[in-house]
């Protein structure tokens, strides 16, 4: 049983890997195409936010361009959060 639960766990994570790395890499994207889900009855939802916590003399937009929190979560069938991964990124502002 522990084996397969370390099966199941690697399997998540290299989705929600794989899914972060896509949105890292289009910034436009809103949904992940059904050909990455690699994992039956999953699904990933991204969420972006501002970036909180910065000095006050820290700018988060700059031109076109801001500093966002990007939050990958990936979903089971139940719509139950499985993993979650936040980075902060640079991105156009949208």
Same mark, same amino acid.
């Given at each position: 049983?522990?084996?397969?639960?370390?099966?199941?766990?690697?399997?998540?994570?290299?989705? &929600?890997? #794989?899914?972060?790395?896509?949105? %890292?890499?289009? $910034?436009?994207? +809103?949904?992940?195409? !059904?050909?990455?889900? *690699?994992?039956?009855?999953?699904?990933?939802?991204?969420?972006?936010?501002?970036?909180?916590?910065?000095?006050?003399?820290?700018?988060?937009? &700059?031109? #076109?361009?801001?500093?966002?929190? %990007?939050?990958? $979560?990936?979903? +089971?069938?139940?719509? !139950?959060?499985?993993? *979650?991964?936040?980075?902060?990124?640079?991105?156009?502002?949208?």
């Amino acid at each position: 049983m522990r084996s397969a639960n370390t099966v199941r766990d690697y399997a998540e994570t290299m989705q &929600l890997i #794989n899914a972060a790395e896509y949105f %890292m890499l289009d $910034s436009e994207a +809103d949904s992940l195409p !059904e050909e990455l889900l *690699t994992l039956p009855g999953y699904s990933v939802e991204v969420e972006y936010d501002e970036a909180e916590s910065l000095p006050d003399d820290f700018k988060s937009e &700059l031109g #076109n361009y801001e500093l966002v929190v %990007m939050r990958v $979560s990936l979903l +089971d069938n139940a719509s !139950e959060v499985r993993k *979650t991964v936040t980075m902060e990124r640079i991105m156009r502002r949208r």
